[in-house]
């Protein structure tokens, strides 16, 4: 096939939320859709384990219950190849030669690792697994020359060492790698019940797999325009994440009819969450049903990810060939 080859991951840290599919899975299946690339997509298991060393237990359920959210929203095991990237043992054997060659500094000075230190200051991050993250995502993307790394901001830094990590093999051994190109994902503005960040460690996330009564019930208790404290104050559709919300799964027709009347507080908050979550409802039917579908067949899912981690394996196996030809090892 003469497509590029593009690549992302994602760790499984449990049920997807509309942030993670606005963010990130939509642009994925749009990927796979468009019919450009060659899309390899996986469950960064290992990945996982940095941080959550301490309890691993959960880790394997939510790479099954990751990889459903994937395919109900639309990824398609025909069309691109879904892997675990712990099925793939030769990811270590490259994560271990890169560990070889990329200087402590460029590790120590990466934003990411800086920050999430400070953040998750509940767990001790200062393993070397942890500090070593990127050269494991440097690996799991030049294993496959990837052309193409579909991210969002969040992660350039770490696409960014990638690309001096790839540079520097190919300058200390042998051209193999194409140097990867981030595939920039814009993010809509969306945000968590409460207002904050959707995120699930706030507790305030709408999951993808949410409908009926808890759907609705999520939706009722957004924060909206926090100027609009009675239903006869005016509203400001603009600083409001509920209207973010409408513009993704509400007609064209009726956003603009709720901006006019939100304005003129010709419609109050309750009113325009039920519509909010009617549409909502309607848009992730077809998501919910794919969704049940695959959580009574199992069975199938697993033999998606064999697949997958057959082809992976293939490729890769083919790379660690040439690397090692290039390492002299
Ligand atoms: N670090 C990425 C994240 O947290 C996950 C990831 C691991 C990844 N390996 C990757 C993304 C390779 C793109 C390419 O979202
Ligand atoms: Fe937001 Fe709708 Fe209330 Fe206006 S009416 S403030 S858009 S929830």
């Known amino acids: 096939m003469g497509l590029k080859r593009i690549l992302s991951g994602m760790r499984p840290t449990g049920k997807l939320h509309l942030g993670n599919l ?11 859709e468009g019919g450009q690339y060659d899309c390899f997509y996986f469950v960064a ?18 790479a099954i219950n990751m ?14 190849t879904l892997f675990v990237q712990s099925a793939v043992k030769e990811h270590a054997e490259l994560f271990l030669l890169l560990s070889m060659i990329t200087p402590l500094a460029w590790l120590e000075r990466n934003p990411t690792y800086k920050e999430m230190k400070t953040e998750l200051s509940n767990k001790d991050l200062s393993t070397f697994g942890f500090l070593g993250y990127p050269v494991l995502q440097a690996a799991d993307i030049i294993m496959y020359k990837a052309h193409g790394v579909p991210v969002g901001v969040d992660q350039l830094p770490h ?8 540079r520097r093999f190919n300058f200390l051994y042998k051209e193999i790698f194409p140097v990867p190109e981030p595939l920039l994902t814009s993010v809509p503005k969306l945000l968590g019940m409460d207002g ?6 706030y507790d305030n996330s709408i999951y993808i797999s949410d409908r009926d009564k808890v759907l609705q019930q999520k939706i009722a208790s957004m924060f909206t325009d926090p100027q609009r404290m009675r239903r006869s104050d005016a509203g400001n559709p ?3 994440n509920v209207f973010s919300f409408h513009g993704l799964y509400s007609p064209k027709q009726k956003v603009a009819e709720i901006d006019a009347e939100c304005r003129k507080a010709g419609i109050g908050c309750i009113d325009c969450k039920k519509i909010l979550a009617q549409h909502v409802a309607e848009n992730l039917k077809p998501v919910h049903e794919r969704m049940d579908y695959y959580t009574n067949h199992l069975d199938e899912i697993h033999a998606i990810i064999d697949e997958g981690n057959q ?10 060939n040439e690397v090692r030809d290039a390492v002299k090892i």
Request: with cysteine.
């Open 67 to 80: 990889v459903i959210d994937w395919l109900s929203v639309g990824l398609d095991p025909k069309k691109s």
């Open 45 to 62: 298991d290992w990945h996982a384990v940095t941080s959550e060393y301490s309890s691993t237990e959960d880790i394997k359920n939510n």
């Open 311 to 320: 082809k992976a394996t293939k490729i890769a196996c083919q790379t660690m």
């Open 159 to 166: 696409v960014e060492l990638t690309r001096e990590i790839a």
């Open 196 to 201: 904050r960040k959707m995120s699930k460690s």
């Open 22 to 32: 606005h963010g990130a899975l939509k642009n994925w299946v749009d990927l796979q």
């Open 238 to 240: 603009e600083i409001c």
